[in-house]
């Protein structure tokens, strides 16, 4: 199968990069603190056990997202804390139909769907290990599937025209 001809979607660029730890203030020292990153936002979540900043580097379309992760409870799951580079989040142009076509081509998803995600966006999640149904996995990475709102589309769209 000639998989660049017949995928429905394009992935556009990184949408964020999810940082875990014990706790997030230390993670802010640096990220914050010392490299300068701007704090936008914060995101709590009992059934994602986790309590987060959010922040940015860059502008606009191209802004991209890094969260600084601690668990609201270290003996929960998911243990946000337990892998340092938690998940790189990518922004997709068409979520739905990225999810229906890489479902029919093996790829395993996390539990909970297509849902909002902290920043507002629709989101879904691939799993970090595959299985006997779904073989094609991350393959330890946990990787973060983003609705791109249509700025952000069109803002990739006029970058890719000009190569």
Do not use: Y
């Not at 203030?25 to 709590?44: I, N, P, S, Y």
């Not at 973060?144 to 700025?151: K, R, T």
């Amino acid at each position: 199968m000639n998989t660049t001809t017949t995928r429905p979607f394009k992935v556009l660029g990184i949408q964020q990069i999810a940082i875990g730890g014990p706790d997030k203030q230390r993670l802010a020292t640096l990220w914050v603190d010392m490299l300068g990153l701007e704090r936008t936002g914060t995101f709590k979540s009992e059934r994602e056990n986790v309590d987060e900043d959010i922040c940015a580097i860059g502008e606009g379309p191209f802004k991209v997202e890094v969260d600084l992760m601690q668990p609201m409870d270290p003996e929960k799951k998911p243990a946000v804390h337990a892998t340092p580079l938690n998940h790189v989040g990518l922004w997709i142009d068409d979520l739905p139909k990225a999810v229906e076509w890489l479902a029919a081509q093996g790829v395993r998803f996390a539990p909970g769907g297509i849902r909002k995600g902290a920043a507002g966006f629709d989101i879904c999640f691939l799993h970090p290990k595959g299985n006997e149904e779904f073989p094609i996995s991350g393959e330890g990475v946990l990787i973060e599937m983003v609705q791109a709102p249509p700025e952000v589309v069109e803002a990739f769209g006029r970058l890719a025209a000009t190569r």
